[in-house]
């Protein structure tokens, strides 16, 4: 019996490039409660006697924690670890980045894997004009003119860099080397691992909120990872979260 020709196998079709408005984030560990704040605070003057605090109810000591957010005793706040997985545009990243003190990052990598065509767009609720001078401005509604001008010109960009990045792979070019043609508007991935005093100090500069004491001008984008971020963190950490925003919003 003649085994049939193979047919010749196609070329690999380079995957089709997707546009996003939104970020995600997700926790995926914790060490995290309203406890780890009372051990950690009475141990000043109990001794190994404040261990005890792990088996009693925070709520009967939730004046302590608010004395310590009013008066700025913040290394209480430190005892506790939360990590969260990020998907959101590289420049949320790179605003990120800033946030050094109590904060670890590991973020892939485009020198060991081939990056994916998923890129970000503007949603509707986005405003996209600028009034003022920085440190003294706005954000607008912008007209559905700007909106389709915007919306086109970034799938269009990302789209012709995609390709550009796709050409040189297929040549041989490294990935680390192709990688240069990409957009800050590409999406990338991480995790991110603080304590709470850490995330309410990124909170307290990258969220606008109106209990706020200390007024803030944040990005939307990197809004968004805040505002996800502090909502699983509320969750963890009820005590505390209500003792920020009693408090200002500011960082103990």
């Known amino acids: 019996?003649?085994?049939?020709?193979?047919?010749?196998?196609?070329?690999?079709?380079?995957?089709?490039?997707?546009?996003?408005?939104?970020?995600?984030?997700?926790?995926?560990?914790?060490?995290?409660?309203?406890?780890?704040?009372?051990?950690?605070?009475r141990v000043s003057t109990a001794g190994e006697q404040s261990l005890d605090e792990?088996?009693?109810?925070?709520?009967?000591?939730?004046?302590?924690?608010?004395?310590?957010?009013?008066?700025?005793?913040?290394?209480?706040?430190?005892?506790?670890?939360?990590?969260?997985f990020v998907s959101a545009p590289i420049f949320v990243f790179r605003e990120f980045m800033r946030h050094r003190v109590g904060w670890s990052y590991n973020e892939e990598s485009g020198r060991y894997r081939e990056l994916q065509p998923v890129f970000y767009v503007p949603g509707p609720d986005r405003k996209l004009v600028q009034r003022g001078r920085p440190g003294k401005y706005e954000f607008v509604d912008g007209t559905p003119e700007q909106f389709k001008l915007a919306d086109e010109a970034m799938r269009e960009s990302y789209q012709r860099s995609y390709a550009a990045y796709q050409e040189m792979l297929e040549a041989g070019v490294a990935r680390e080397v192709a990688r240069s043609v990409l957009p800050v508007g590409l999406y990338s991935s991480m995790y991110a691992t603080c304590n709470a005093r850490s995330l309410m100090s990124f909170l307290s500069l990258r969220t606008k909120d109106p209990r706020a004491t200390v007024p803030t001008f944040p990005q939307r984008e990197i809004e968004m990872v805040g505002e996800q971020m502090e909502g699983l963190w509320a969750g963890l950490m009820p005590l505390t979260h209500a003792a920020f925003n009693a408090n200002g919003r500011v960082g103990p």
């Open 1 to 41: 019996m003649t085994t049939p020709p193979k047919e010749p196998s196609s070329p690999t079709e380079p995957p089709t490039p997707r546009f996003r408005s939104e970020v995600t984030v997700e926790l995926v560990k914790h060490s995290a409660s309203d406890r780890d704040v009372l051990w950690a605070a």
């Open 54 to 84: 792990l088996t009693k109810d925070p709520e009967r000591s939730k004046g302590l924690i608010n004395f310590l957010m009013r008066d700025r005793h913040g290394t209480p706040f430190e005892h506790n670890s939360m990590t969260f």
